[in-house]
């Protein structure tokens, strides 16, 4: 009896804990799924052309399916129709740049490597039976390795990297399949016909069914990154020279925090500007539109951001130096910063509404007054207490803060020179005001002019009024 | 008499302006090309692996060929065998990790696809002929439209996105080409079969053919990054420090030149990542090997290198600041730096070789001493005359050199945990000092210990020795 029961009891033990582990790997199972979930919806929230774009696939599939669905024309291209629907899912891409570049890719491959497949496989046809098949074998060799390589070369994997791959793919198939079947020509004109019919079909959807042009994001992403420069700045000096209460704090954190993306956009920003030279004029922006003009101001912007990693540093550190020689230079400091902040935000306002910059240049000035007068401050004595250890944090900051409104005064040239190539509107000194008040109340007080003994009251301000992240973020999202 | 002469004398005119124009022509045709031949010799000396590449990707394309040349085979798989010819094209990668990747990506997305293809395909029967290709046409829309969406989820875009992307060709031409043909499964097993021959056959030649492996290639650049950021700061400290011969000079500014190449290296660090992580275990890596603890130390480095990057304007700005402060500072300046860089540089090595940091936990606990012997001398009063302007310079450039330092303590417990994570081999400490002395020789005199007096003598050393950039590039092509 015993042995009965204990042996029930194991088995007991055993289901229950089989059973155990069932609840714990479908309660994981639950979690996982609820996370996929929140994730999938917070992408669909935060930018929800994507949602936009699948149902844009789904749309250019189905329609290329009818090639399949109606008799004539299935008659017309037979299986090669299938040609189109891969064409469709290897073309269809995000912004219209890209989809245009792969399509024309595409195409002109298909179109140059056909001609010449052709031509491989008469030359080797010229040459006997038995020669045919080590000619072709050869042939096909020979132009695999050769594109193979030149796919190496940075210009021509930039743009063109997707044709040569295409083009190796073509003549291969064209000369071996020309080989058995000696309907070459039928095939490669099947062939380009249906990719011709499969990329018209992406390229007419991508363009006309709420289009995402490359040279738009890539415009409104370098504004929004002199905005996030901007931020950081402001955020840096309300948070180095002032003690804020902790919701504010919080706030400022996360502007803080912006500035990263920055360091790293160099790849995205380069993918963007070669797509956008595929697109067609649109909206303001012409077909040669100066992309590389904002590539100039993407590597001057992770200059800048650079500078601001090194300044981070120096917010939480335990040395912060001596407050008094702080003191001594928080008037100039502030102004030169409060000055390369508003050139900063104009400068992105100046590309985002794409009017020439207005009052950019006298906030520059401004701004080197204000650098100017910080050095000669900076000229007086120290008295004779003072340690060098106490002298060097603050000193470093005042210095980094001084390159960066360097840095500033190079970005503002260079959105000045793309004003001038793109012909920027010029808005009417009456208008200018409304604009640049507009976006700066939000971030500090109107006035350009800062008494020192205003310099609380500006930081409040700004403390108060100025990280308003969450509404730029949301901003971002609209217009990006 | 005069017109016709008039005429001729303007033909000629014309005439010469043609052939001018042809000749100018012809001229910069021929440049294009010696430049095309140049920039081509570059890329295959620079690696031969490349080249290399290449002509693999000629043999696998003219292996699958054979599907063709053969008879039997040609009958077995028919036209359906130029999916293997197409496999071959688009899945060849680089690196054995990306051709693994792919190839999986391929052939498991075409199993569950066609499987669901096959699926909807007898769904849409069941429900009579005129429903049929509505339906069929909701579910590729579907399909299309949802796994569109899933691509933008950033884990599964890093790792899967090819895998998606022939996801939806598949269930597209199964589910879409079944309708017509009725021979659906058939369809499916053929595609299936011939897509695995042609990812089989180049993963077997990517493999045994002169496999290049993204672990490798990952493991090496961040050794060589940690190299190149040691090579910068000794560049930096001999050049700010000293005055230099014009030679000397050229080649100490392409060291100060190379840590650039890390602050845009993470993309390229986190794509060999995501291939690492297919590849099989090979030589000292294991499958599992930790490739996210190299993602770390690159943050690391990416963050040296921020600093560097900061530090560089401090060259040749033209406010050098004080001398008096300059040599008071040198001394433990020199010091910390040159230990940060004898540890970073054992720590690039020790990645490289795969070995224990023997020395490294000496030289940062030395560089340790010095940075806090930097301070104490900096705590030291200042004189009256002395201004900040003339102080500010030669701190900023202390106290980037100190945040250095800190970094490259961070770097160092990074490498001793991937030290610890995949068993380093242990140096034998009487083997040990020959490894770091015969790298350190050619940068730094061996003696760890310096004396105020050596100064001089270390910094001519290490001009003289260390800035060996076309040596170390060289090297970089051949183990990495």
């Keep these: 009896m015993e042995m009965v029961s204990a042996n029930t009891t194991q088995e007991k033990g055993v289901l229950g804990r089989v059973w155990e582990r069932i609840i714990t790997l479908t309660k994981a199972f639950k979690e996982k799924v609820w996370e996929i979930c929140r994730m999938t919806k917070k992408i669909a929230q935060d930018d929800p052309r994507k949602v936009i774009h699948s149902l844009k696939v789904g749309l250019a599939i189905s329609l290329v399916s009818l090639f399949y669905y109606y008799q004539p024309l299935y008659e017309n291209f037979g299986l090669s129709a299938m040609w189109a629907v891969m064409t469709v ?13 792969k399509g024309l890719n595409r195409t002109l491959a298909t179109l140059m490597a056909g001609t ?34 030149i796919r190496f070369i940075p210009k021509v994997k930039a743009r063109y990297d997707y044709g040569f791959l295409i083009f190796i793919l073509t003549f291969s198939l064209i000369s071996v399949s020309g080989f058995r079947d000696d309907e070459v020509l039928e095939m490669a004109h099947k062939r380009l016909s249906t990719i011709f019919i499969g990329g018209s079909a992406c390229v007419v959807i991508s363009i006309f069914v709420c289009p995402v042009w490359a040279g738009e994001e890539l415009h409104y992403s370098i504004a929004l990154n002199l905005e996030k420069l901007s931020d950081f700045l402001q955020a840096f ?3 180095y020279f002032t003690t804020l209460e902790d919701g504010d704090s919080t706030n400022i954190m996360s502007c803080l925090e912006r500035y990263k993306s920055v360091l790293n956009s160099k790849s995205s920003e380069e993918s963007l500007a070669n797509f956008a030279r595929w697109e067609p004029g649109h909206g303001k922006f012409r077909f040669r539109h100066p992309w590389d003009q904002y590539l100039k101001i993407g590597t001057l912007s992770r200059q800048c951001a650079y500078r601001m990693e090194a300044l981070k540093g120096y917010l939480n550190s335990d040395n912060q130096g001596s407050s008094e020689i702080r003191s001594m230079m928080e008037e100039a400091s502030l102004e030169m910063t409060m000055e390369s ?45 003072t340690d060098l250890l106490s002298v060097i944090p603050v000193g470093t900051v005042a210095s980094l803060l001084i390159d960066i409104a360097d840095c500033t005064e ?8 793309l004003a001038s190539l793109t012909n920027f509107d010029d808005v009417e000194s009456n208008k200018c005001p409304k604009i640049s008040q507009s976006s700066y109340c939000e971030c500090a007080e109107p006035d350009p002019k800062i008494d020192a003994s205003d310099v609380v009251i500006l930081v409040e301000d700004s403390a108060l009024a100025m990280p308003d992240c969450e509404k730029t973020k949301s901003d971002q999202h609209n217009i990006v």
């Design 89 to 101: 899912v290897v073309v269809f891409e995000y912004t219209v740049g890209a989809t245009l570049g």
């Design 116 to 149: 010449l497949g052709v031509g491989a496989h008469y030359l080797a046809s010229l040459a006997g039976e038995k020669v045919e098949p080590i000619l072709i074998g050869f042939f096909v060799f020979l132009q695999a390795a050769i594109v193979s390589f």
């Design 341 to 385: 902040t508003k050139a900063l935000k104009e400068l992105g306002l100046s590309i985002k509404t794409m009017t020439k910059p207005f009052s950019a240049d006298i906030h520059i000035a401004n701004s080197k007054a204000a650098s100017k007068r910080l050095k000669s401050l900076l000229q007086s004595s120290l008295r004779e207490e």
């Design 237 to 239: 000096i309300c948070e």
């Design 410 to 417: 190079k970005l503002a040239d260079c959105v000045n020179d």
